[in-house]
């Protein structure tokens, strides 16, 4: 049931705070079930298509402060998720990797997130989507 129209609606900065709240928290419920928080599950997704990144362009990537991370990956570490590695151009880099059980548990979940997109996505048409793909491009500074 939709709710009537406030005037934090005219917005755009809500409306997109708004849009956000509600995917992230349909997405979280979804995790829960598993056992996993929605950043574990971008860390996880990212350090399978990606090897070798620093903490700084994980943090980056996932949309998460330093130092938030830094606790967040120390948790995923004793869960056996993930992974340190000195750098090898860097030793003064830490590369982070997915073990065994990071990588089966990132699959395990990842048609959960994927069944979400498609849920989101089938309440527009093409033409809509390729839009507010490239509307959200643009405002979050992305390419792709």
Known sequence: MKQAPTPMDSYISYMLAAAHRAVHQ???SRLKE???QVETWRILETL???SHLTMGELA????MNPPTLTKMVDRMVAQGLVHRQIAASDQRKVNLLLTDLGRKRMTDIRELVRLQDREILAQFDTQQVEMLNRVLRD????TG
Do not use: C, K, N, W
């Not at 980056?60 to 949309?63: A, E, K, P, Q, S």
């Not at 405002?139 to 992305?142: I, K, M, N, Y």
């Open 60 to 63: 980056r990537i996932v949309l």
């Open 34 to 36: 598993h056992g996993m």
């Open 26 to 28: 349909s997405l979280a």
């Open 139 to 142: 405002l979050s500074g992305t």
């Open 48 to 50: 399978d298509s990606e």
